[in-house]
C-alpha cells in the first residue's frame, strides 16, 4: 500500500497515491436512493415458519456492523409482499431507530429475501459506495453529528429526517472503492482471527472438561498408565492465607513493587498470572506477599459464581491486596487453579455466604473434596492448557494490533 501525506483543505493525512482530487462534503438526502423507516408496530399476528414465511430482521439482530440472526423470526409472504417499503436486500445499510450503538450494518451480499422492523433502510445511489458509507458514517465527524440530533430524545431516537441532514465528505467513486476495498481485507482478516480464538477457547473448554473428568489420561514417560486419582480435602494438601488492603489511591504507575487486588481477578486475569497489572509504593514489610506457585482466590464479590474464580501466581513477592484468600498447596499451582475454576467451580459457588455482597472463607475451602492425580501427571496436564493459553494469547494480541491498525487508518484515511 503506497499512501502520500496530503496538506489541501479536504482530503485525508492518508492516501492512495493514484488520487488527488479534493473531497467534497454530501449530504446522505442526496446520494440516497432510498431512506425510509422499514415496519412499526407488532408483527407478532403476521408470524410464521421459516417454511411458510420470509425472515424478519429487527434491531436485536444489529450487532455492531453486522447482521446476527440469532432467534430468528419469519413472517408471512403476505405480510412481506404488503409491506414492500420495509423489505431489505443485499447492501442496504440498516440502522436501529432507537437504542442504537451509532453503527450501521450493511446487508451482505447472498442474504436471504427479508423484511424488517422498527429499523431504518438506507440505500445508497451509484455514486456513494455501500462499504466506504459504512466505514464514513463511523468516523469522528459523522458519530459528532449523530450525537448532537439524538442527545436529549427519548432512547436516543433518530429520524430519517435528521440521518439525511448529515454531512458526510465524499471521494469521487473509485478512491472509495479502493479503501473500502482496503478495510474490508483488514476486517476479513480480524473476522479470521476472532473465529481462530473462538475455536481455540472451545477446544480449551472440551479439553478441560475430558481432563477432569479422567476421561482424557496422560502416560508416563514410558507409556504406561498413571496411578488412579486419589481423593483429598484441599485443607489436607494446603495452608491458608489472606491478602493485605491495598486501595485503589495506592496503586502508582512506575511503582516499586507489584501487586494484585482482588478485583483485577475478575477483569485482567485468568488461571495463570505471569504480567502483573498494577504497581504501588507501599512497604513490602507492611503487606502480604506472594510466594511462587500460591493460588488466590476471592474472598468476597457481588456474585457467588463470580467469587469462585482462582489464579495461580507464578512469581515470588508480588503484593497481594484485601479481599484475597491465598493457597499454598503442595499441588501444582497451575494444575489446581485449572481444575478449581472448571471442575469446582460450581462447589465453589456453593460455599460463598451473603446477599449483596458474599463472602467466601478459607476455613469453608478447606472441607473442598477434591480429586489429584501424581504431580507428574499434574505437571503435564498444567502444561497442556498452559500452552493452548499461550495460543489463545498470540491471537488476542493479534487482534488488538489488527484493530489498532485499522483505527489509525480509519482517522488517517477519512476527512
Known sequence: ME???????LVPKLRFQDFDDEWKYKTVNSFASKLKVGFVGTCEPYYTNSVDGVLLVRTG????????LDEEKYVSKEF?????KSQIFPNDLLLARHG?????????????EANCLNIVILRTNSEVDTLFFQLAYGTYSAQKQISSVTAGSTQGVI???EIGRLKISIPKLPEQQKIA????????KLLQLNTRKALLEQYKKGVMQQLFDQTLRFKDDDGRDYADWEEKKLGEVAIFGK??????????????LECI???????????????????????????????????IIPSSGETQIDIATASCVLKDGVALGGDLNIIKSKVNGVFLSYYLNTKKKIDIAKLAQGNSVVHLYNSQLKMLKLELPRKEEQQKIANYLSAIDTKIESVNQQIEKTQAFKKGLLQGMFV
Open 3 to 9: 499512501m502520500t501525506t496530503q496538506k489541501k483543505h
Open 61 to 68: 439482530n444489529l450487532k455492531g456492523v453486522n447482521i446476527e
Open 80 to 84: 412481506h409482499e404488503k409491506n414492500k
Open 100 to 112: 442504537g450503538n451509532g453503527e450501521i450494518c450493511r446487508v451482505p451480499t447472498g442474504f436471504p
Open 159 to 161: 429520524n430519517t429526517k
Open 181 to 188: 476495498g482496503f478495510l474490508t481485507a483488514i476486517d476479513s
Open 243 to 256: 491478602g493485605k488492603s491495598i486501595s485503589k489511591s495506592d496503586i502508582i504507575e512506575g511503582g516499586n
Open 261 to 295: 487486588r482482588y478485583g483485577e481477578l475478575y477483569t485482567e486475569y485468568k488461571e495463570i498470572i505471569v504480567e502483573i497489572k498494577s504497581r504501588t509504593n507501599l512497604n513490602p514489610k507492611e503487606l502480604v506477599l506472594s510466594e511462587k506457585n500460591d493460588v
